[in-house]
């Protein structure tokens, strides 16, 4: 298969972690014949820094002429610190997400046998968690229309959705949950806001089309809530923009890092696929950054191709990784000298030759091939 990918590194310990999964994708391609092309475009901060917009045209260029996009992270502290600031490197995403029409963000959530007890929460609370969350990407609260009273003392943001837009995401995360278990959890806030009273409405009107699938709901605080009692009781969940944004983060202690969390945002027409993590800006070429969720992104970006064999590939190189302990410090207490490279280097090692990666890993040394 030919693919052109669109390679966004963005800000922070964004191209760090996004060499690593381009790492891994050009193993990928050498093992499975495979041709890749990567094209590298500005985003964020570093756009800004450079030509002063958060998405420079020519970065749009590039992402519409691709078959997908890799994502890095977004962010910097100095814009954060200022609330005056106008141009803010978010606005690149969040305008990428638009302009491509990015409405669909599918993010899975996995509890890993190895790391169990990484997490905050106790080992019989999450051993089997595995959650696919189904966010609403280009609507709500976050695209609605923005006021600033004259004064500067009274804001306000619109939460607006239409049917249309329920109906696209609502559609494919019934179908993700037909492939599973069959259970989906709508999140809402129908006791307060309008805008969930539609989402909840619609969303009966379709259950009608899956007879297969149970349909509950939850309010978004009780739902906040039962993802760190119980997560195990979640299948797919389906909520909108803000609400996605959070639950998304919050699941981050129940796999004991949000470093291995990846993200695919999916449209009729184009495909992204990133970490959820931030930049993480105080982390910057220091080696530290976890590369494993830009990685598992790679895999997904593998997967909607419809290349699982390759992408499952990927995710045994990071299950081994895990049970290895090779992993950067969020993780490892056993290594102190495992870098991002690194991590990458033994997953690159293990798409080459998957059933000769040492099983050994203190018998060689770190940073070298691990292959005896």
């Known amino acids: 298969m030919k693919l052109n990918i669109a390679v966004l590194p963005g800000d922070g310990i964004g191209p760090e972690v996004t060499a690593q999964a381009v790492k891994a994708l050009k193993a ?24 002063g917009n958060p998405l420079p045209e020519e970065t749009i260029s590039i992402c519409e002429n691709a078959d997908a996009i890799l994502f890095g992270a977004i962010g910097n502290t100095k814009y954060d610190n200022d609330p005056n600031t106008k141009i803010r490197p978010e606005q690149g995403l969040l305008g990428l997400r638009k302009v491509l029409d ?7 959530v996995i509890a890993y046998e190895d790391l169990l007890n990484k997490s905050s929460l106790k080992i019989k609370q999450i051993k089997n968690t595995n959650i696919l969350i189904y966010r609403e990407l280009t609507s709500g609260i976050y695209f609605g229309e923005k006021k600033l009273s004259d004064d500067g003392n009274t804001a306000s943001d619109i939460c607006q959705y239409t049917r249309s837009e329920i109906e696209r995401i ?32 619609v969303v009966q009107e379709l259950a009608s089309q899956y007879p297969d699938v149970k349909l509950n709901y939850l309010y978004i605080d009780n739902a906040a809530m039962e993802l760190i009692i119980n997560p195990r009781q979640f299948d797919v969940i389906l909520t909108e923009n803000m609400f996605g944004d959070i639950l998304s983060e919050e699941a981050s202690v129940i796999v004991g890092s949000i470093g291995l969390l990846a993200s695919a945002s999916i449209g009729d027409k184009h495909a992204m696929f990133e970490p959820i993590h931030g930049a993480y800006t105080k982390a910057a070429n220091k080696g530290i950054a976890n590369p494993i969720a830009s990685i598992l992104s790679a895999a997904m970006l593998l997967s909607h191709f419809g290349l699982d064999e390759e992408a499952d590939l990927i995710r045994h190189g990071v299950d081994k990784s895990l049970k290895l302990h090779i992993t950067t410090p969020d993780l490892n207490t056993k290594y102190d000298n495992i870098t991002t490279t690194k991590v990458g280097d033994f997953i690159e090692d293990f798409i080459n030759n998957p059933e000769e990666t040492n099983l050994n890993f203190t018998n060689i040394h770190l940073g070298q091939s691990t292959i005896i």
């Open 170 to 201: 609502a559609h494919l995360a019934f179908k993700a949950a037909q492939s599973r278990r069959h259970k989906l959890t709508l999140v809402d806030k129908a006791n307060v806001l309008a805008s969930s009273r539609l989402w909840r409405k």
């Open 102 to 108: 990015l409405y669909t963000n599918i993010r899975p």
């Open 28 to 51: 990928i391609a050498m093992e499975f014949n495979h041709v890749f092309t990567f094209e590298t475009g500005l985003v964020g901060a570093a756009a800004i820094d450079k030509t």
